[in-house]
């Protein structure tokens, strides 16, 4: 039993460790990195690249992977094939938050996908990656 405990609890200290990156700047190239995958539908790869960088466990990024794929068919028949990716802003909250968002252009339609760092200490990770349709909030 104490065997079972001790290995569960390794694998759970891995599981939330995530390495950091330095500087602000390898945050963007990350993103960018990942939108090249996931304007491919290669969401699974793309999120892997993520993982290192977010203390998430593992399991929950594959699922956030899967989820993406069972709904991306819905994605495509609305809004037709892809057409192209375009870069449309960051925010900044302080000196701990940063975020970008992408344009995943469709021949009927686009959705933006959102990426958030956060820097608790002396480097970033991951804390975020989501998309969404409404882009009301692109003209506020």
């Not at 759970?12 to 990156?21: C, F, P, R």
């Not at 009927?108 to 760092?117: G, P, S």
Request: aromatic share 18%.
């Amino acid at each position: 039993m104490r065997i079972w405990l001790t290995v569960f609890i390794l694998f759970l200290a891995q599981s939330v460790y995530a390495e950091g990156l330095k500087e602000v700047s390898e945050t963007k190239s990350l993103s960018d990195k990942i939108m090249q995958h996931f304007i491919k539908e290669e969401f699974k790869t793309g999120l892997g690249i993520a993982k290192k960088y977010w203390p998430m466990p593992e399991v929950e990024i594959d699922s956030l992977a899967n989820t993406i794929n069972t709904q991306w068919s819905i994605v495509r028949q609305k809004f037709g094939s892809p057409s192209g990716t375009e870069f449309i802003g960051q925010e900044k909250v302080g000196k701990s938050f940063i975020r970008y968002y992408y344009l995943h252009k469709f021949q009927n339609h686009a959705i933006y996908w959102r990426f958030t760092f956060y820097k608790p200490n002396d480097v970033w990770k991951v804390n975020g990656i989501t998309y969404r349709d409404d882009l009301d909030f692109l003209f506020e």
